[in-house]
């Protein structure tokens, strides 16, 4: 597995510090959704640091999407706020999936 690092300062709860911050790849971000939404269909690319994500789950049924994108932040925790600069996310049921593809799952 590649990590991306940067050494230098940066701002923790208003504080400036000194350190090393490990940013997160393409496939990591992949594994924490897929674990946290067993069945789900997950794309994500990126550059170390900037990422777009399709998500596509039977667990956004009957959700909008200010949660379904929630629960994507909520799967990937502590990393949404600390190693991933910035997520660009599209999420899908099954069905809507379906409908912009216009095939299954893949």
């Known amino acids: ?3 991306w690092l940067r050494h230098g300062e940066f701002h923790l709860n208003d504080n400036i510090v000194e350190g090393i911050i490990i940013f997160m790849n393409e496939k990591e971000i992949k594994v924490m959704i897929e674990n946290a939404m067993p069945g789900s269909i997950v794309k994500v690319e990126g550059d170390g640091t900037h990422f777009q ?17 929630q629960m994507v932040y909520k ?6 706020k600390d190693r991933i600069h910035a997520l660009s996310l599209k999420t899908y049921t ?11 799952n893949s």
């Not at 994500?53 to 994108?69: D, P, R």
Request: aromatic share 6%; net charge negative; hydrophobic share 40%.
């Open 1 to 3: 597995m590649s990590l």
């Open 53 to 69: 994500a399709i998500v596509v789950t039977s667990e956004f049924e009957g959700k909008g999407l200010l949660e379904q994108h």
């Open 75 to 80: 799967a990937l925790g502590e990393a949404i």
């Open 94 to 104: 099954p069905d809507q999936w379906k409908r912009v593809t216009g095939r299954g």
